[in-house]
Nanobody, 128 residues
């Protein structure tokens, strides 16, 4: 059974940093697009970042460009989201997701309907 497990969330002050991890079991991520999404209370789920299945290229939603970085560690079957200069508006549950197929969906920020497998999320709270 495919499992995606996010970790690394927590409480951080504005301006701080966190690194989130997405670890896969029963599935190989290195040949698939992986996306990070977030959902704040009362808000729609938003695609934050993705890393391509083909050439490793990345995309980000405008609000996190220059602050967040997505990366892979294929030997660990893990994808990371490095978050710097965090703002209160970054507060959300963060999810990783990947499609069943090998299509490359990372020509722009990721879209929820392109994804088939989802983790249960990790909460990031940015507050003083």
């Amino acid at each position: 059974q495919v499992q995606l497990v996010e970790s690394g969330g927590g409480l951080v002050q504005p301006g701080g940093s966190l690194t989130l991890s997405c670890a896969a079991s029963g599935y190989t991520l290195d040949d698939r697009t992986v996306g990070w999404f977030r959902q704040a209370p009362g808000k729609e789920r938003e695609g934050v970042s993705c890393i391509s299945s083909s050439d490793g290229s990345t995309n980000y939603v405008d609000s996190v460009k220059g602050r967040f970085t997505i990366s892979r560690a294929n030997a660990k079957n893990t994808v990371y989201l490095h978050m710097n200069t965090l703002k209160p508006e970054d507060t959300a549950v963060y999810y990783c997701a990947t499609p069943r197929n090998l299509n490359d969906y990372c020509s722009g920020p990721p879209l929820s309907y392109e994804m088939d497998y989802w983790g249960e999320g990790t909460l990031v709270t940015v507050s003083s």
